[in-house]
């Protein structure tokens, strides 16, 4: 069975690839935007295959339909590609609008025109709740107001495809909030790979304390949580690629599905300077910050219930925040020693 993995050579996707190598023919499609070539052969190690990749910007509508024509046998597909900084969105709304919106309805066209059967599987994000109501999240909390253009596509593309689900028979869709993933692969070939600067506050601890970069700002410190910072759901990148397969599974298993939402978080709220403090304690390594600014943008507080994926899915977290935050240093060990 082939699966369709676009942005597969990113972050998520990479992890997610490994986790379908032994049952799928794996078809990877990105543009590199936010990756780099190289992943592809860390995969082709990892999973002991040669997977298929093809090098498309999945905003040409016209190398999407010759990539249909050419793979018109794809069954299953999960859909990564997008453009991922809240802050990047923030200055550049229309370069977000168009990249992430236009390279959905691509693909959706093409399965409607071709009349394929498909399984989807959309990567949505708990930056669709916003600023939430109650904690922990969950699915039925109130959709308001985006905090910011990333987080608007997000809630536009969950909106597309239910309304593409309600008039294309033979299309099961779901959509996986997720909330922080962070970690690598225990293989230590894969792991998060920033392009420029680092944005997610994991490689940026582990730069900082690397010396990549100068140190890291904590942004804001006086909000009205338990230590005045942030607080997220920090889920490990492994976990959060196996509830793909658990997705497809009830897709392949269930007909009529017409985009369920799932969070896929650990059900925890860990606050910036726990964060912190774990990473200390786990790397014994000492993490230097400086407290700054709010960030237009951030939420104060969010962390998942993640019961529905649990019960519906039969997927559960199992590797922990400590496993997360070590091999995410053990990764950033790795990449210096093979630069
Ligand atoms: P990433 O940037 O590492 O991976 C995305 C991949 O998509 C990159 O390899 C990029 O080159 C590719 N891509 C982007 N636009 C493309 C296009 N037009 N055509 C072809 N390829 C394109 O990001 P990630 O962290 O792996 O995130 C994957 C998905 O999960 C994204 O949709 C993101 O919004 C979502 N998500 C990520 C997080 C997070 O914290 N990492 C949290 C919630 C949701």
């Not at 935007?33 to 190690?45: F, H, M, T, Y």
Request: charged share 25%; hydrophobic share 40%; net charge positive.
């Amino acid at each position: 069975m082939k699966i369709l993995i676009t942005g597969g050579l990113g972050y998520i996707g990479s992890h997610t690839a490994v986790e379908f190598s032994d049952d799928y023919e794996i078809l990877i499609v990105d543009n590199l935007i936010n990756s780099d070539i190289s992943v592809l052969e860390s995969l082709n190690q990892i999973t002991k295959s040669n997977i298929i990749f093809e090098k498309v910007d999945l905003t040409d509508m016209i190398s999407v339909n010759k990539l249909f024509d050419k793979h018109s046998d794809i069954k299953n597909i999960i859909h990564f590609a997008a453009l991922k900084s809240v802050e990047e969105s923030l200055k550049y709304p229309l370069k977000y609008y168009h990249n992430n919106i236009t390279s959905l309805v691509n693909i959706l066209s093409e399965i409607k025109k071709r009349k394929m059967e498909i399984n989807f599987v959309f990567s949505s994000s708990c930056a669709v709740y916003g600023e939430p109501i109650s904690l922990p999240i969950d699915e039925n909390e109130k959709i308001k107001e985006a905090l910011s253009p990333y987080a608007n596509t997000k809630q536009i593309c969950e909106k597309i495809l239910t309304d593409f689900s309600k008039i294309c028979e033979n299309f099961n869709a779901l959509s996986l909030r997720y909330f922080n993933p962070i970690g690598a692969h225990k293989s230590l070939k894969i792991g998060e790979r920033p392009i420029g600067k680092a944005q997610n506050l994991v490689p940026i601890i582990t730069q900082s304390v690397t010396g990549i970069r100068n140190e890291l700002i904590v942004y804001g410190d006086d909000y009205q949580t338990h230590d005045g910072s942030c607080i997220r759901d920090y889920i490990h990148v492994s976990d959060l690629a196996n509830a793909h397969i658990c997705a497809l599974k009830y897709l392949e298993k269930n007909n009529n599905i017409k985009n369920e939402y799932f969070n896929i978080g650990t059900g925890i709220g860990t606050s910036v300077f726990t964060l912190i403090k774990s990473f200390e304690k786990v790397t014994g390594q000492k993490v230097n910050f400086k407290i700054g600014a709010r960030r237009p943008g951030d939420a104060i507080a969010a962390y998942s219930d993640n019961s529905k994926a649990i019960r519906v899915l039969n997927w559960k977290p199992r590797l922990g925040l400590d496993k997360a935050l070590l091999s995410a240093w053990n990764w950033e060990k790795m990449k210096r020693i093979n630069n």
